[in-house]
């Protein structure tokens, strides 16, 4: 398995900004930023268990109601990662509804306000008509999640207010080497799933794996055994005007696919600047300086409606600028093509 990741457009690259990860095999997805989602089948967003809003502007939370009117009556927990604010914005969607016949309802949301150093978190259980909880604070972190399949990073933003950026990065793949493992005259068992499980947890010294009754140390049997495959790592941008280049770089550097607003057209660079908006072209800047592997630009102002192509071809040319033209052989066959529900991806395919 190369990726359990598999994104699409919701809205494609000009409607409402909502990314919807799939990962694969998990019965579990995650959306980054919650504009109208009604082309999500109802399977799809049941099975969101995490979403990743950039701001509350109305064309980024709007789809919220939507993803509550499906959860309810689903023993859920979603949790919900946004910027200072957050809360108060999930209080004042759940308060605006009556809810007097819910108390056996299991559905949870879990939300995560960062403020730029750590979060607040705060619970509100259908079961108590959406009244929180008392909120707690956890010790800081690199993270703003982590478990077993993902790792989420962020960065603070400014567009007039706090707006997050996004990395999501999968947890390294650990497969047997089925050659290596015959040749040991071991069989399978459950042990092999032990050494993978302490792969996992970043090889924590001293570990051991119990073989036949035999105790054996599971560094060198992770040597010998395992496959490591680093996992792919995709961010998310919107709604960032130009100061914020550096801190997106900072953040995206090195990553398998850059999701970025390209909002104007650099001949709009001022327009984008009263907005708070990016260029295609800066947007293709952003991922040469940042090496990633593969852009998608979206958000396009309705300005450019028959003639989106060219924010396309803007942000490819800023992109190869900096990087110089994409060779075939760069281009990762394993990637889909297209990230977008009905519209063109673009980048360095």
């Known amino acids: 398995m190369k990726t359990r990741f598999l994104p699409k457009l919701v809205n494609g690259q000009t409607g409402d900004p909502a990314l919807f990860v799939d990962l694969i095999r998990e019965k579990r997805a995650l959306l980054l930023d919650c504009g109208q989602i ?7 967003i049941l099975r969101v268990s995490d979403v990743f809003v950039t701001h509350t502007h109305i064309d980024h939370f709007i789809g919220f109601e939507h993803l509550l009117r499906l959860h309810l009556g689903r023993g859920r927990r979603v949790r919900i990662f946004g910027p200072q604010g957050i809360t108060a914005c999930v209080k004042g969607k759940l308060s605006g509804y009556t809810w007097n016949l819910v108390r056996r309802q ?16 705060t619970e509100f ?5 959406f009244k929180p ?4 604070r956890p010790p800081a972190s690199p993270w703003l999640w982590r478990d077993e399949l993902i790792d989420v990073r962020c960065t603070v933003l400014d567009h007039k207010i706090p707006c997050l950026a ?8 650990f497969n047997v080497d089925t050659v290596a493992l015959a040749a040991t005259g071991h069989q399978p068992g459950r042990w092999l799933n032990q050494l993978k499980a302490w792969a996992y947890a970043g090889r924590p ?4 794996v119990e073989i036949d009754g035999d105790r054996r140390p599971a560094a060198d049997l992770a040597d010998r055994l395992l496959i490591h495959t680093p996992g792919r790592r995709l961010a998310y941008v919107a709604d960032a005007g130009a100061q914020n280049q550096d801190a997106i770089v900072e953040l995206v550097r090195g990553a398998d696919l850059l999701f970025c607003e390209g909002a104007f057209s650099h001949a709009d660079r001022e327009r984008a600047a009263e907005t708070y908006h990016l260029t295609a072209w800066q947007a293709g800047q952003i991922a040469g300086r940042a090496g990633v592997r593969r852009l998608v630009i979206f958000h396009f102002s309705p300005k450019y409606e028959g003639r989106f192509g060219e924010l396309e ?5 800023a992109f190869e600028r900096e990087t110089g033209p994409v060779r ?3 281009v990762d066959p394993a990637a889909p093509g297209d990230y977008s529900a009905g519209s063109k991806a673009s980048g360095n395919s």
């Open 328 to 330: 075939p052989q760069e």
């Open 166 to 173: 996004f990395l999501v990065s999968e947890r390294d793949f």
């Open 133 to 136: 909880r008392r909120a707690r």
């Open 313 to 317: 071809v803007e942000a490819q040319e």
């Open 205 to 208: 010294a001293g570990g051991e």
């Open 106 to 121: 299991r559905l949870v949301f879990e939300v995560h306000e960062f403020d730029g150093q750590r979060s607040l978190v």
């Open 125 to 129: 259980p259908c079961r108590r008509k």
């Open 38 to 44: 009604n082309d999500l089948s109802a399977s799809e």
